[in-house]
């Protein structure tokens, strides 16, 4: 990984001739492969396509990952297991289909099928069929379905904006780790217009420039499943706050000046579409600053709200009431948002 890092192709090469594990990840979900493809030292580009092409001749995962299905295809014909997973628990199909990579992929679907991995599920909750569909490829989704692949249930959070690989969400830790680049995760489930709506977050790991921001999203926060700088909190379709810069968020910024937020605080995040207000504690308190930090406009909630998180860095765990809550919310009548529908 450190070799990846500074680019230094010849020290990967000599890697990779000695059998290093190419997918084993770091603390934050990173292979090898990833810090190729987002090492911010790389000046020189074809540095790092060499470093990229010389991890993927390698690796089918790696392969996938980049969408070479050249070498997809030679990795098949030597041999390599297509039941394998990487340290996410996705199979070489997932992971393309993750990417967008409709050729590698689909040269991976009646093989992958042959082994029984068609159906696998990563540790994010998405499986090659469910990745296809949002990434819009069609042709493999067919294919996938052809084959006999079992549809599954959307999680309860996924990308919403952002690399594939800009972000890790463990559907079972129910936990979201934030890997190097800004993205914006969102829940399936929707507060609609005369609901009252809770959940939490609670922060495992936050530094200064983290980015954290929680808050919500309409259903024309526009999804953009690519690099994106702009995220929760940036337009006039999302509300955030960044305890951390101690400002709330809506297209523009305001003062929040809350206690910077640190590892072990719980954030409470609470919309009333009734009263049109967004509630935010910590620890359970909603006394000023939190409390009530924005009135909201009818007309732009008039489709529901949708629970949102974004970040760069740092990891939180989340709960949308799928375990008990640590705090309560404003009021009784507030639902947890896992009561909600899409």
């Not at 067919?142 to 079992?150: F, V």
């Not at 949102?308 to 009784?332: C, D, I, M, Q, T």
């Amino acid at each position: 990984m450190h070799a990846c890092v500074a680019g230094v192709c010849g020290v990967v090469e000599l890697l990779v001739a000695a059998v290093a594990n190419l997918d084993r990840i770091n603390k934050e979900n990173k292979t090898a492969l990833d810090f190729s493809l987002q090492n911010p030292l790389a000046i020189d580009g074809d540095k790092m396509a060499a470093v990229v092409g010389g991890l993927a001749k390698h690796s089918l995962l790696a392969a996938a990952q980049v969408g070479d299905a050249e070498l997809v295809a030679e990795h098949m014909a030597q041999g390599a297991d297509l039941a394998a997973r990487d340290g996410c628990g996705r199979t070489a199909l997932v992971v393309a289909c993750a990417h967008g990579h409709e050729k590698a992929a689909s040269q991976l679907v009646v093989p992958t099928h042959a082994t029984g991995a068609l159906n696998v599920v990563g540790g994010d909750g998405f499986s090659a069929l469910l990745w296809a569909e949002e990434r819009g490829l069609d042709g493999v989704a067919q294919s996938l379905r052809k084959c006999g692949a079992a549809a599954v249930r959307r999680p309860a959070l996924t990308l919403f904006r952002g690399e594939a690989s800009a972000v890790h969400v463990d559907v079972n830790e129910r936990t979201v780790a934030f890997t190097g680049s800004f993205a914006t995760v969102r829940s399936a489930q929707r507060c609609q217009l005369g609901g009252k709506g809770y959940y939490e977050m609670e922060i495992l790991e936050i530094k200064e420039l983290s980015r954290h921001r929680y808050g919500f999203a309409t259903a024309s926060f526009e999804r953009v499943l690519a690099a994106s700088d702009k995220g929760l909190g940036d337009n006039n379709q999302s509300w955030a706050v960044n305890g951390m810069a101690q400002v709330a968020m809506h297209n523009t910024e305001k003062e929040y000046k809350c206690d910077k937020w640190k590892n072990g605080d719980v954030i409470g995040l609470a919309c009333d579409l009734e009263k049109m207000q967004m509630h935010v504690s910590v620890n359970g308190s909603f006394a000023a600053p939190n409390g009530v930090v924005f009135e909201l406009a009818p007309d732009a909630v008039r489709d529901g709200l949708f629970a949102a998180l974004a970040g760069s860095s740092g990891k939180v765990r989340f709960n949308l009431g799928e375990s008990a809550f640590r705090h309560a919310p404003p009021a009784a009548d507030f639902q947890a948002y896992a009561a909600f529908e899409g």
